[in-house]
C-alpha cells in the first residue's frame, strides 16, 4: 500500500495532524520522509504537526535550523501547516524560542484543536512545578474531550537501546490515569511502536522519521504494531469520539493503521 492509500476517512470538522520524532538530522532520509508527508497532505490534509523531540540534530547555528527544519519542511509550512515541538534531549532549550516551534518561550505548555487538549511536556527536566501545572490542566479541562500528551522519552518501549521510561513511568503514569489522558506520544527509540493499551492509555512511539535502528524492537508482550524496518511518520484523524491512525514509511508503505475509541465514550454508551 502506497502513502497516498489514505486509510483514514477525513470526515468534516475533524482534527487532522501528523507525529514526527528524532527527525532533525539534515541528512537525505529526513528529506525523503518530509516529501512522503507531503504527498501524504495532499490526499490527506493535516493542519499542523507534532514535534517529540530531537528536533535538532548536532549544530544549532541558523544553517542548521535552515538544513534539519525550515528546508526540508518548507513545503508544508508553505500550504500553513504549523509545527508543535517537544524538547528531546539532543535538544538545546532555546529552542523553545524558534518561532517555527510554536512553543512561545515554553518548554512544555498546552493548546486545544476542537474537542483535544494537547500537552507538551518536556521529559528532560520533569520538575515539581511542571507537574503542578500538568495536574492543573489536565483536571481543569474535565472529562468530555480528548487528552494526549507527547514527549520525547517512551514510557513504554520495547526497543532495545533504551527501553521503557520506568522513572518516568511512576511519575506520569498516575496522572494520566487519575485525569483519563487517552493517548501518548514519544520519540527517542528510533523506531515505530504501537503499545498494547495500558492501564487504558494507548502509547505511540515515533521516533524514526530522521534517525532509525533498524532491527531494533525486542520480542515483549507490549507490542501491539511495530516498524524497525525504515523510517517513518504518524497520521491521526480525530472525529468525535474516535481516533483514526495510519503509520507511513519512507518508501510509502502503511506499517500500521487501526481506530481507537475514547474510552469514557465506551462507557457512557454502555447499559
Not at 539534515?26 to 508527508?37: E, F, I, L
Not at 507534532?50 to 534539519?68: Q, T
Not at 527517542?188 to 494507548?202: A, D, L, W
Not at 511495530?226 to 517513518?232: A, L, N
Request: glycine fraction near 8%; charged fraction near 20%; charge should be negative.
Amino acid at each position: 500500500m502506497q502513502a497516498q492509500d489514505v486509510t483514514l476517512p477525513i470526515h468534516a470538522g475533524s482534527v487532522r495532524f501528523a507525529a514526527i520524532g528524532d527527525m532533525g538530522t539534515g541528512a537525505p532520509p529526513q528529506y525523503d520522509v518530509a516529501q512522503r508527508m507531503l504527498q501524504f497532505h495532499e490526499k490527506f490534509p493535516f493542519t499542523f504537526v507534532i514535534m517529540l523531540g530531537d528536533n535538532i540534530y548536532g549544530g544549532k547555528s541558523p544553517d542548521d535550523f535552515l538544513k534539519k527544519f525550515e528546508i526540508p519542511y518548507k513545503p508544508l509550512l508553505d500550504t500553513g501547516v504549523q509545527f508543535y515541538a517537544a524538547l528531546g534531549n539532543h535538544d538545546d532549550p532555546n529552542e523553545r524560542f524558534y518561532k517555527f516551534f510554536n512553543m512561545n518561550g515554553q518548554s512544555y505548555y498546552s493548546f486545544k484543536k476542537g474537542n483535544v487538549h494537547f500537552y507538551a511536556l518536556d521529559s528532560d527536566y520533569l520538575d515539581p512545578k511542571q507537574l503542578a501545572w500538568l495536574e492543573k490542566e489536565l483536571a481543569d479541562a474535565g472529562s468530555t474531550d480528548w487528552k494526549i500528551c507527547y514527549f520525547h522519552h517512551p514510557l513504554y518501549s520495547s526497543g532495545a537501546f533504551h527501553g521503557s521510561s520506568t522513572e518516568l513511568r511512576t511519575i506520569l503514569e498516575p496522572l494520566f490515569v487519575k485525569y483519563g489522558v487517552q493517548v501518548v506520544l514519544s520519540g527517542h527509540e528510533h523506531v515505530y511502536e504501537r503499545v498494547k493499551p495500558q492501564k487504558g492509555i494507548y502509547y505511540f512511539t515515533e521516533g524514526a522519521s530522521g534517525e532509525l535502528r533498524a532491527n531494533n524492537l525486542k520480542k515483549t508482550d507490549l507490542t501491539a504494531v511495530g516498524y524497525d524496518k525504515d523510517r517513518s511518520f504518524l497520521s491521526i484523524e480525530i472525529s468525535g469520539d474516535d481516533l483514526y491512525f495510519q503509520a507511513v514509511s519512507r518508501t510509502g508503505v502503511t506499517v500500521d493503521s487501526g481506530t481507537i475509541r475514547r474510552p469514557l465514550a465506551i462507557q457512557a454508551a454502555a447499559p
